[in-house]
């Protein structure tokens, strides 16, 4: 019997992972354990700048990395708090152990469908 993800996790990832790309980002940076630039995470991670960019803004603004705020800028795994960390931790554990039934979340969230939705154009406007 496969373990169940805790809900607490389930809810992280539907929160503020928006893609399996973006929790991918969040375990390279925690792994690294010192501040990277994006021009280092794309290459490591085989992406363009600007969507690590665009990643890193995300989870930014989701307390769970930080900038050095000057050029280069670099970035650091670093939840805000305690309680973040520990969730966030527990996610990446998650998705480490149990990688499928994590992605089956992240594709399951709401988050997903909308982004889903604006990249590939809504086509129920369009067949009206």
Same mark, same amino acid.
């Given at each position: 019997? !496969?373990?169940?993800?805790?809900?607490s996790v389930q809810s992280?990832?539907?929160r503020? #992972?928006?893609s !399996?790309?973006? =929790?991918d980002?969040l =375990?390279? =940076?925690?792994?690294?354990?010192?501040? #990277?630039?994006?021009?280092?995470?794309?290459?490591?991670?085989?992406?363009?700048?600007? !969507? #690590?960019?665009e +990643?890193l803004? &995300?989870?930014e *603004?989701? +307390?769970? !990395?930080k900038? @050095? *705020?000057?050029?280069?800028?670099a970035?650091?795994?670093?939840p805000?708090?305690?309680?973040?960390?520990?969730?966030?931790d527990?996610s990446?554990?998650?998705?480490t152990?149990?990688r499928?039934?994590v992605i089956? #979340?992240?594709?399951?969230?709401?988050?997903q469908?909308?982004?889903?939705?604006?990249?590939? +154009?809504?086509?129920?406007? &369009? @067949?009206?």
């Amino acid at each position: 019997m !496969v373990a169940r993800i805790p809900a607490s996790v389930q809810s992280f990832l539907r929160r503020n #992972i928006r893609s !399996v790309w973006q =929790l991918d980002l969040l =375990l390279y =940076l925690k792994a690294q354990n010192k501040p #990277i630039t994006i021009e280092q995470i794309a290459k490591a991670l085989y992406l363009s700048p600007a !969507v #690590i960019a665009e +990643g890193l803004k &995300h989870l930014e *603004g989701a +307390g769970l !990395v930080k900038s @050095s *705020g000057k050029p280069p800028t670099a970035y650091l795994y670093s939840p805000l708090t305690d309680s973040l960390r520990a969730t966030a931790d527990q996610s990446i554990s998650a998705y480490t152990e149990r990688r499928v039934q994590v992605i089956n #979340i992240i594709f399951s969230s709401p988050t997903q469908f909308v982004a889903d939705k604006i990249k590939l +154009g809504d086509k129920d406007e &369009h @067949s009206k």
